[in-house]
Nanobody, 113 residues
Framework: QVHLVESGGGLAQAGGSLTLSCVASGDISETNSMAWFRQHPGDERDLVAISISGGATHYVEAVRGRFTISRDNTWNTVYLQMNSLKPADTAVYYC???????WGQGPQVPVSS
């Protein structure tokens, strides 16, 4: 069992920045991936960015160039640096850990125009 604790959500202004953090604890695998998903009101939960052990990262087109996913040197913590925020980035952001498919609690990130 892997437990995820997220922090850093809150109200942001368009054009501003915000950083989310997610710490994994429990039955951590040496090989894992951690990702950020987001869910807009009334929509499905969609992938935003993913970081794989070894350093590979992937971003969806909507955030590429504005968001940065990174890991600390323990590979148990993942960050999402969000720059140039837009009202369309308003969502609940969830941290995900693979291979256990664990989820964080999902802090809200409202972005005001």
């Amino acid at each position: 069992q892997v437990h995820l604790v997220e922090s850093g959500g809150g109200l942001a202004q368009a054009g501003g920045s915000l950083t989310l953090s997610c710490v994994a604890s429990g039955d951590i695998s040496e090989t894992n991936s951690m990702a950020w998903f987001r869910q807009h009101p009334g929509d499905e939960r969609d992938l935003v960015a993913i970081s794989i052990s070894g350093g590979a990262t992937h971003y969806v087109e909507a955030v590429r160039g504005r968001f940065t996913i990174s890991r600390d040197n323990t590979w148990n913590t993942v960050y999402l640096q969000m720059n140039s925020l837009k009202p369309a980035d308003t969502a609940v952001y969830y941290c995900n850990y693979h291979p256990s498919n664990s989820w964080g609690q999902g802090p809200q990130v409202p972005v005001s125009s």
